[in-house]
């Protein structure tokens, strides 16, 4: 079965840096479409960054600069640098990885993890 815990988040300052980690079991990050999501409260969840399968990233306007998504193939990990965070980026994150054949540019991932909290405090 395709598994992925995300570790990393927290309680941070407005300007800090957090750093997202997915481990991933039963399939391999190299071969799948893998992307990073969020949902705030009171919101609906949407994409934050993803990779496709020739290390092609994507992010959303407010993060570009900021963020960068990552893949650790030999680790087998996706990673999530965040740096001068801000308190809109508050929400709790979800690693997610879609088949190749199902597509990237996608909010439907199949598979998810069952997230990890970001608080950005003013």
């Known amino acids: 079965a395709q598994v992925l815990v995300e570790s990393g988040g927290g309680s941070v300052q407005a300007g800090g840096s957090l750093k997202l980690s997915c481990a991933a079991s039963?399939?391999?990050?190299?071969?799948?479409?893998m992307g990073w999501f969020r949902q705030a409260p009171g919101r609906q969840r949407g994409t934050v960054a993803r990779?496709?399968?020739?290390?092609?990233?994507t992010y959303i306007d407010p993060v570009k600069g900021r963020f960068t998504i990552s893949r650790d193939n030999a680790k087998n990990i996706l990673s999530l640098q965040m740096n001068s965070l801000k308190p809109e980026d508050t929400a709790m994150y979800y690693c997610?990885?879609?088949?190749?054949?199902?597509?990237?540019?996608?909010?439907?991932?199949?598979?998810w993890g069952q997230g990890t909290q970001v608080t950005v405090s003013s």
């Open positions: 997610a990885a879609n088949p190749m054949w199902l597509g990237c540019d996608t909010e439907h991932y199949v598979y």
């Open positions: 039963g399939f391999t990050v190299s071969t799948y479409c």
């Open positions: 990779i496709d399968l020739v290390n092609v990233t």
